[in-house]
Every structure is written in C-alpha cells, then in structure tokens.
C-alpha cells in the first residue's frame, strides 16, 4: 500500500460512452484509497465545525483502500445515526472496495487509477463487476464528503452564485435535490453537478453517476436503501429532507467547483 502520495486536488473527470475521454485533473481527492481503512467503530478525527475535511491521501492505483471518514461514525447523528454509518461504511463501501481488488487482480485494471477503470469500463457488459464496484468505490468516497456534521444552510460565495444562475435560487437548487432524489426508482444517486457552464441536478442508478454523462460532480445523495432504512425504514423523503437541511457540505460543492 502506498501512503506516500499527497493529497490531491479534485477531478474533472469526463467520460463518454464513446471516446471515453479521461480529462482528470490530479485525482478525485476522496477516491483511490492509499490511507489505512478506518473501521467501522473506529474514531476518526473529527474536524472543527464548519471546516471543510481535509482529503485524505489517494493512491493512484489499486490496491484500493477504503478512505477514513472524514469525521467520527455518530458526527452525524441521528440524521445518519452511528449504527447506519457503522453498515453503510464499514460494510457496504468496504465490501464494494474489496469486490473490485479481487475484480481487477491480475488484470491491467490492477494498475490503472480509479476514474480510469471506471471510464475504461462503463458499458462493457463483461466488465460489469469492475464498473459496479470501482464505480461504488468512487460514489462513495464522494458522498462522504457531501456531508458534515453541523452543514445544511445556505452555501456562500461563487458557489451561491452559480446556483441562483442556474436555478434561479438555492431553494429552487433544493427543491430539485430534492425531486431528484425521492424521485429516483430503486436504488441510485441524486447530484449536483457541472454541465458545461452551468450547474444541474441529476439522478443515476445504481452505480453510474455523472462523469458518465460528461459532467463533474459537485455533491451526491445516496439514495440505496442502505443508506437509510435502519433509520428512516421506507420513508426516503425523511432520509433526503433532513440530509439536506442539515447535513449537506457545501464547502465540498465549492471547492469541487473550484
Ligand atoms: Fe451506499
């Protein structure tokens, strides 16, 4: 495992089903693992309130690791109680990160970075096992980071900016998270993301997400239903409403918009 590498600077990661084109700009900071897997249970530090996490180191290449929280496993509680945080991290995202070690060993996927496995994948029905677990691996490096403790509010600066351009407001901004993500059919994501010049919100399934259409995620909602059945049972639009009044890491949104 390669701890070495420093931390990096968010994507641009764009692909297309066709050429699929990579135009990464330094790594997606959440994603290629490096650091020690912190298990569920475990303390992470716990970053001031209001302060964006730092990006914990990412490897290049496999073998991939699950990232350390970026805050302690009950930080979010009760909107993403402890005992959630402990299934959907500490089992879910690892299994999905040690699915795609044994998915690539041997293969030349084992040495490639992440956004490259899952843009040199996307749609190649044999290479489906890779695609679904580096694609969750990377899904769910990010949405860790949409969220912090004490977030929600209203984002400031260019950011804000650039919503009520695209938008009209932040509340009209939230309001289609919102639809995006109670309106998603089984299980998937809900986005804001960059298109272009401007900034949209979208839905996927299961485990595709924008960079396949091209765009660059600026914040994910989970919408699987481990995300939030433990504690919300059926009611996904308790689960989304209380994440976005209260959870969503606007800072995150900012710095990836850059
Ligand atoms: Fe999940």
Do not use: I
């Given at each position: 495992m390669d701890n070495t590498n420093p931390p990096t600077t968010v994507a641009s990661v764009v692909c297309s089903?066709?050429?699929?084109?990579l135009a990464a700009?330094?790594?997606?900071?959440?994603?290629?693992?490096?650091?020690?897997a912190s298990a569920a249970g475990s303390t992470p530090a716990t970053p001031a309130a209001g302060t964006p996490a730092a990006p914990p180191p990412a490897a290049p290449?496999?073998?991939?690791t699950l990232p350390p929280l970026?805050?302690?496993?009950?930080?979010?509680?009760?909107?993403?109680?402890a005992n959630t945080l402990g299934f959907h991290y500490g089992k879910h995202h690892r299994a999905y990160v040690d699915n795609l070690n044994k998915a690539v060993?041997?293969?030349?996927?084992?040495?490639?970075?992440l956004e490259k496995i899952i843009a040199a994948t996307l749609g190649v029905a044999d290479k489906s096992a890779v695609y679904n677990n580096a694609a969750q691996h990377w899904n769910h490096s990010f949405y860790w980071r949409s969220l912090r403790p004490q977030g929600g509010g209203d984002p400031t600066g260019a950011l804000r900016q650039k919503i009520e351009a695209s938008f009209g407001s932040v509340e009209a901004c939230r309001k289609e998270l919102q639809a995006a993500a109670t309106s998603q059919f089984g299980s998937g994501w809900a986005w804001l993301a960059l298109d272009g010049d401007k900034l949209v919100v979208t839905k996927t399934g299961n485990?595709?997400?924008?960079l396949g259409k091209g765009q660059k995620p600026l914040l994910t909602i989970d919408v699987w239903e481990h995300a939030y059945y433990l504690d919300y049972q059926n009611r996904r639009a308790d689960y989304v409403n209380a994440l976005l009044g209260k959870l969503l890491n606007w800072e995150f949104a900012a710095a990836n918009l850059g």
């Open positions: 089903r066709r050429g699929l084109l700009a330094g790594g997606l900071a959440a994603l290629g693992g490096g650091a020690s290449t496999g073998p991939f970026p805050y302690a496993d009950n930080a979010l509680d009760p909107v993403v109680s060993a041997g293969t030349p996927f084992a040495d490639m970075p485990a595709d997400s924008p």
